[in-house]
């Protein structure tokens, strides 16, 4: 039994096209798009468009801001049963991996993580958040394709020549793989004094 | 990628023969025998010897109990970053696996369960224990197989005609699905007010 | 003081009839139909109707099924400040507790147990569901006495000549009395390595 | 049902004297001392030595501090699965319990609380102390009877005229109906937004 | 960096002043007011009145009480990431910390403590709730000023001629150096057997 | 009192060397090098020797490897009440802030993370491990400075002319950034349905 894959998370890139309005950012939007019975993420293309009541960030709903971008690359994650302490600092990681992966797709391009967000020459090229359901924590990532719209400067994948489909699986695949090896890194140590 | 098998817990029924005297319930004794490197149960046939300071149970010690058997199915289970209360509830599931199984393999026997132990005409076929290390939950459930020098009057598997491997293999199989079939559960639910 | 009772939970049977809706199934429900202060279990008889948003399992508000049953023995439970991951272990004991109790008071009956669901000649005897509320845990776990309207092939106590109350009463004695030993047995071992 | 005791904790006032050595502040004391099979905090009456490794207080450790008094009212608690944190602020509770106590039975004595320290008039009059053991959370409370031999300014009971059982008895009551209340006090309450 | 302050929570005296009416305990209440954008308390004086569905206390919804003043010190806390348990022994020594700095500002007065709340001469002197949101354990703590309205014989601060404001900041300050000191504790300890 | 600094982590650059054996990896190094009394990491140089009983990482153990290097840059971190998946998130993170401090001041450079490990030209760069104390999570994360000794291909800081104590402080100021960030962040969002 011993080569049996054993995964925390399980992911899926959908193929229709789905406008994030914040309201997405809830308990078994994943298992609905999906399927997925588990912790997962899925990913997906669509326009972005959130205000009012749908930020979950006080400081954007503070300062009224708005989150526009004509075409983004989109991540949806749930974990259940997970502490949303643990989840900011998964979020933290998958920008991580969101940044690694492009510094491969797009050799030479220079990205700065600032916290969640990455910014290339000054120019914002994602939003992220992390938040609590009664059940599970939840985040959304997403990259700008085409920020036209947006209310900062921004930049986007369609610049840097990079597939949205094939980065989007390359991030799920490397989030999936870095759960995975967290889990085994856990169990491989002895306690100290 | 929606078929992949998210397994909780790996399982393994070990060809050698090991005794069992109290020493083997420690973090990664599954692993070094097993090559499990996640949450996981291990089975094995052999003696049974436990005195002194190797008795986990306080009230066996206090009584200065042994466990003695001649031969037993041993199961010893490893799930990291689990509370110890969570552990013990899940004992008793297994517990009820075990009886479960035992009845479909040895059709009109009654078994009758007591907490973790379980118990045939009054005689005691099982040993159980659930405690703690540093980094997991670990227990032990031991099934006589011949009880020959137990100190209480016991009954083992042989008595039933059963087959300690098909018998173990069996248990595995039905705890490891119970375990994954709680966390479908969890994930399957609205909150509720 | 030795010989104080130390109890985990409360457990009531109440006189009244109480349809059972889904409705039920939220915090404080428990407290006011009973006065229990503490995490509680209480029982009452019934009709059953379930359907569209107060389904709490996503499986069957998404086939849109109906729990239906024209009589059944309902058990809620709510315990406080406990992870979801654990109650839903402490459902399938709760299973085990009923399917022991009804072999007991139905000798030769045959009970298949497929994780917190019971059968009869696969027939339903029972419908089972366990969520968090924002303050704790609570599961309700609806028995057949009477399964006319059920969607699918069902049976019910009656047939077994089983009385609701008195086995209501045994099942709430008997899963107090688990979960007290439960917190004993945690207590009561030394930590390994 | 409704009028059964739900404890949270036992306690018991042991009749023999004991030297407090630190050594006592472990797993399982409690239980071996008093048989209580549950969380519990017992006092006893014995003189106070504590030196090197036996410091559970780093700083004192660091300091090469002793603890000495010819003769204490000991309180050892042991709480399961209590993360350390709530420990903490659990004795700082019972110090309060401790204050109002001697304030109730010694009238116009003033009594100043530092953290779990208590004074009277700049003099000390207890020690305190909270750790983990690996399967739960302990303290040592002690208060001076006749402080002599201290390393620094103390005073004790015996300069107030307090018996130290009656005074012991009066805080074991207290800290459990303290205990009890409070898990009173988290189930009576609606969650908010 | 060693003198660095490593501060667990925020305090802030209000200049404004606000009307308690319950909808007031919930999250982000203290960071919308404050600024505080950290766990945090903030002290405010205004009027009280609660009632109907803004009880959060159901044994006083049960008993449609209202909780009335004319003039009161506010005290609300958030946490996040505390459990509830913890919120309520913390909230029972925040009730001492009111009392040890009311009994410095007005000698000689008498106050006696019964969980949460404050008595002088057998008056309330102060109403006290600890709740959940989803994100946060808050309580809320009143102390009368002018107790006028009250349904019960109550007291308040204007009778022994505290300043609220001074009185306010004191236990502002003695709060947020107790908790920071609960900090350190928990890191100065061996863990033992 | 609101410009006050919340800081979540202490940390220190040490002015001796140490050689690190494996047997700083424990609870209160930090502290007892430092003077840190709160959660905190702590930065030194020297030689690292690891191996045998030391090695925390039981697949280093299994295989009988050795950590050596000549002259390495060593981080201890320790955080109190912190489940160790959290910490190992946390360290993967800390990887990545060491590669990005790494990558400003060397411009050009390309390192590759894998895991919490990290590697220039397939030559390994770092060491690093996360284990639990009974009161903490604890982690070694080593940088080699000139890896001479290294029992697989190796590179150093050295070779990139990074200067140890320079980039030390910047990686120490970073996480204690990165870690109040987080402490932030999940503070200041709404939750979700």
């Known amino acids: 039994m011993r080569d049996k894959k054993c995964a925390m998370i399980e992911t899926a890139f959908l193929a229709e096209e789905i406008e994030y309005t914040g309201a997405e950012l809830r308990s078994h939007f994943v298992r609905e798009r999906s399927g997925i019975e588990w912790d997962g993420v899925i990913a ?35 974990q259940f049963q997970q502490p949303l302490r643990e989840g900011n600092v998964r979020l933290r990681l998958f920008a991580t991996i969101v940044k690694e992966t492009l510094e491969e797709m797009s050799p030479g391009i220079e990205i700065k993580r600032d916290g969640d967000d990455l910014f290339v020459n000054d120019r914002k090229l994602t939003v992220a958040i992390c938040t609590s359901s009664p059940l599970s924590t939840l985040f959304h990532y997403g990259i700008n394709i085409n920020p036209a719209g947006a209310p900062v400067a921004a930049v986007g994948l369609k610049k840097f020549d990079v597939d949205p489909k094939r980065f989007g699986l390359a991030v799920l695949d ?16 002895r306690g100290v004094s």
């Open 44 to 78: 997906f293309v669509g326009p972005c468009g959130v205000a009012g009541e749908r930020l979950v960030d006080l400081e954007d709903a503070e300062e009224q801001h708005e989150i526009i971008s004509k075409r983004m690359l989109h991540f949806i994650a749930e």
């Open 174 to 189: 490397r989030y999936e793989r870095e759960c995975e090896s967290i889990e085994r890194a856990l169990r491989k140590v």
